[in-house]
């Protein structure tokens, strides 16, 4: 349930209708926009009558939400949500670059990486110290050495940190080090994690499952933002389908559509989505012109030697190209490559 409140309404009145909705068992969470104040109430109440909350005083309207994702909803916020991190916003007019390698796998490595992508005009890098891998026997991070390096190697450079947390043990061990939680495609219905991030003041960018729907995703964002964190970032990385000569399928229409639905700002992966290095830069400025916020890319300056995922990381060189052409095509929507 929305209950919009009237431009005139007084902060006072709002917290009465708060306390009302508490009182009927509901949870209320504000979005104080430019004009009015919006607040979602969040209960299974299916018979509930909204015209006990009509009637009170400021109230301007009140209405059931049908989205089973309730805070996620545009009906929730019109406006989209902007998330700053340091000097870097998301949902904004700039699309922001996340760069870095898929794993961090010593100083001298994790350094040159960070050198390469600030000296390209990124602000973001990214690098995993837990890696979640499908076989137990691949290399499964540096867990707190490679978060002390991904932490030295962005203060350095003056960059912001997102590097993945894998179960809520981590959690706090994690939110040492990082200014961004990334939650993989393998926790996006890890519930007990979600709820666990939720806590915490700190953005999480959270992954589309393989095989999840976009109603699915936003389910799962709906987890962290009932839990008290209203700071989520979308990310779409490919889904599996019965197509086998790429890692997996780019669903670019995600793009749109979660902005259609949804005022979280939402991100591209071309690097996991299709998994071959020749292949990520098309993709990537396909991201760019289908309006994504932030495009992540794999970047390695020694992709024969990686100890994850080496074929779809991008050489120096191609990267620094293809920011420049990614600069281009935002400019042409009007927007700017943060």
């Not at 050198?115 to 991070?141: D, H, M, N, T």
């Not at 890692?247 to 979660?258: E, G, K, Q, Y």
Request: hydrophobic residues 45%; aromatic residues 6%.
């Amino acid at each position: 349930m929305i209950v919009v409140m009237k431009k005139s309404a007084t902060e006072k009145q709002a917290e009465e209708v708060i306390k009302q909705l508490g009182e009927y068992g509901f949870s209320a969470h504000v979005s104080a926009g430019a004009e009015q104040t919006v607040i979602g109430a969040i209960g299974v109440r299916p018979d509930f009558d909204i015209r006990k909350i009509k009637i009170m005083d400021g109230v301007g309207d009140v209405f059931k939400v049908t989205e089973p994702f309730k805070l996620a909803s545009r009906s929730f916020r019109k406006e989209n949500t902007l998330i700053k991190v340091k000097d870097v916003t998301f949902g904004g007019n700039e699309v922001i670059a996340i760069s870095g390698p898929c794993a961090i796998e010593n100083e001298e490595q994790v350094f040159a990486i960070a050198e390469i992508v600030s000296s390209a005009g990124v602000r973001v890098l990214r690098g995993g110290a837990f890696k979640p891998r499908s076989s137990p026997y691949a290399f499964q991070g540096l867990g707190e050495e490679g978060l002390k390096l991904i932490r030295a190697a962005a203060d350095r450079y003056d960059l912001v940190v997102v590097t993945e947390v894998l179960e809520s043990a981590q959690v706090d061990l994690v939110n040492t080090y990082t200014d961004i939680f990334q939650v993989g495609a393998r926790n996006m219905q890890n519930f007990p994690l979600l709820k666990e991030l939720g806590k915490f003041k700190k953005p999480v960018l959270l992954k589309r499952g393989f095989s999840a729907t976009i109603e699915e995703l936003l389910m799962s964002a709906e987890y962290i933002l009932a839990s008290g964190n209203p700071d989520v970032i979308l990310c779409e990385r490919g889904i599996r389908t019965f197509e086998t000569y790429t890692r997996n399928t780019f669903d670019l229409s995600a793009i749109p559509v979660v902005q259609g639905r949804s005022h979280l700002p939402i991100i591209a992966d071309p690097s996991h989505a299709v998994g071959l290095r020749q292949l990520v830069p098309a993709m990537a400025r396909a991201a760019a012109a289908s309006g994504a916020d932030g495009i992540m890319l794999e970047v390695h300056h020694e992709p024969k030697k990686a100890l994850s995922d080496g074929p779809q990381a991008l050489l120096p060189g191609q990267f620094r190209e293809l920011m420049e052409q990614l600069r281009s095509i935002v400019s042409v929507l009007g927007r700017r490559l943060a």
